[in-house]
């Protein structure tokens, strides 16, 4: 999630930056004013270098993508902490290079053939443009020489997350943070209609599974009434590769990646969400089940009963949206209608309640023209995120502005605090392209075909090809640890 500092909780000026006949969005300029929490970190260990030494100062970072999670554009916005702290304590600026998803790629491609390469791009859900064939092939370069994920209090807590982006010893990724992906929100009115007990209450007493959500969900559905329990994107997802605490290609603690579809565990969820689809309990359109209601609208049809269970991160404008907005699709929070909880853990695991690590943060470029400011930006943003006084005032925005309970926060930070003891990250990433397309292939087969073919035949179409593709992969980045010791 976003840094979510209120422009209602900080006293704040200000000044919009003008443009010069340009068309593009003109950001503007937050100044505010909150408690120095310096003293409280620097006791942690967690220091900033000082304004005067710092090496990178007073420069311009190059930031290229399709979004700009850095400057502000309108006063409504929440303010970046970590970019305020880098244009007030250190003098720096940030140039944004605008492109869009689908021309990401060739963009970066043509600055760097140019001789302008973008100092940072987005790492995070965007790990399919970055990791690892991209950094085998050099677009990107390390980043040891200033982030020691073993020795600094600072990055030590995103050591985890950072060896999803390493190959070898040699680091990539600039980790600045790790939140939860997808959980399970509904609305309690709903839950208490149907006679069903409340998630949270089970999740508290250990006795959220995924049996548990199969019997309400038979409840519930009823495709002549239009009602099915559930309804999103990531339902399978969620199941088989999320709250098992595996996935269908992982990376072992060497680097080399290896196909899991054995694992046993994997086996029951695959089998389960078959089983969900024959007892019709995924909305659909007619024989369609790759859709969803109101034109994939998030939340779509919990508030009206007509749908358990929509799967979603509870990011900007999925979860976290203006209340008057959140009441007509979710439910009306003054009533403490809305709730949300960790994925369903699987009776035949393990115990643990898993979720998916969504990574925050960035790529250094390689022949960047400003590396060193660019870690000391990113250094800024690390430093706000653990800040606790920035901590305070988040909390303090979702329970004024959004009418968050207290126990939605505490669930949120129950959460995080998951995540983080049990870091797990999807990281089928940027492959090399023939395994990628054998990934692509089976996960196609598992989430969009109305489970028409079983699991066991599944395994018998993709298991060699999936074997055969890892061993390539490892072949590639063998050969670039071998060359880049």
Request: proline share 5%; aromatic share 14%.
């Amino acid at each position: 999630m976003k840094r979510l500092l209120s422009l209602a909780l900080a006293a704040v000026l200000i000044v919009a930056l003008v443009g010069c006949g340009s068309n593009k969005r003109k950001p503007i300029q937050l100044t505010l004013s909150s408690e120095d929490s310096t003293a409280i970190l620097n006791a942690a260990g967690i220091y900033l270098p000082e304004p005067e030494t710092a090496v990178g100062a007073n420069s311009i970072v190059t930031w290229l993508g399709w979004f700009d999670p850095f400057q502000n554009y309108s006063a409504d916005e929440i303010i970046q902490t970590g970019y305020w702290t880098f244009q007030q304590r250190y003098g720096g600026g940030l140039d944004y290079v605008e492109c869009t998803y689908y021309d990401f790629t060739d963009k970066l491609a043509a600055l760097m053939v140019g001789g302008t390469p973008p100092d940072l791009t987005m790492l995070g859900i965007s790990q399919i443009f970055v990791f690892p064939m991209p950094c085998v092939k050099g677009t990107y370069q390390t980043v040891d020489a200033w982030i020691d994920y073993d020795n600094d209090p600072l990055w030590a807590p995103m050591k985890d997350a950072a060896e999803y982006f390493a190959l070898g010893d040699r680091h990539f990724g600039i980790v600045t943070d790790v939140a939860f992906k997808d959980v399970v929100p509904y609305n309690r009115r709903v839950i208490d209609e149907y006679g069903f007990d409340d998630p949270a209450d089970l999740y508290a007493n250990d006795e959220w599974t995924w049996d548990v959500v199969t019997e309400m969900a038979i409840d519930f559905s009823d495709p002549d009434d239009d009602r099915f329990a559930f309804d999103g994107w990531y339902v399978p997802n969620a199941c088989v590769e999320q709250s098992t605490g595996q996935y269908l290609i992982q990376k072992d603690e060497n680097g080399h990646y290896y196909s899991n579809i054995d694992d046993p565990l994997i086996e029951v969820a695959e089998n389960l969400v078959y089983s969900w689809v024959k007892e019709d309990l995924f909305y659909r359109e007619g024989t369609y089940y790759w859709a969803n209601r109101n034109e994939a609208q998030y939340g779509a049809g919990v508030k009206d009963g007509k749908c358990l269970f929509w799967i979603s991160d509870i990011s900007k404008d999925h979860f976290l949206l203006p209340v008057a907005e959140f009441e007509q699709v979710w439910g009306d929070p003054r009533k403490e209608e809305v709730m949300f909880v960790p994925l369903p853990r699987h009776k035949e695991g393990d115990g643990t309640y898993y979720l998916s690590a969504n990574p925050d943060g960035a790529m250094l470029v390689n022949n960047a023209p400003n590396p060193e400011g660019a870690i000391l930006l990113l250094q800024c943003l690390r430093f706000k995120i653990v800040d606790p006084v920035v901590v305070d005032i988040d909390k303090k925005q979702l329970k004024e502005v959004y009418l968050w309970t207290d126990e939605m926060l505490e669930m949120y930070d129950h959460c995080k605090e998951l995540v983080q003891a049990n870091t797990r990250i999807f990281n089928t990433g940027a492959l090399d392209e023939n395994l990628r397309a054998a990934y692509d292939a089976l996960d196609y087969n598992i989430r969009r075909s109305g489970a028409s073919k079983t699991w066991a035949q599944l395994k018998e179409q993709y298991s060699d090809q999936l074997d055969y593709y890892c061993e390539e992969q490892n072949k590639i980045i063998d050969d670039y640890i071998a060359e880049n010791p």
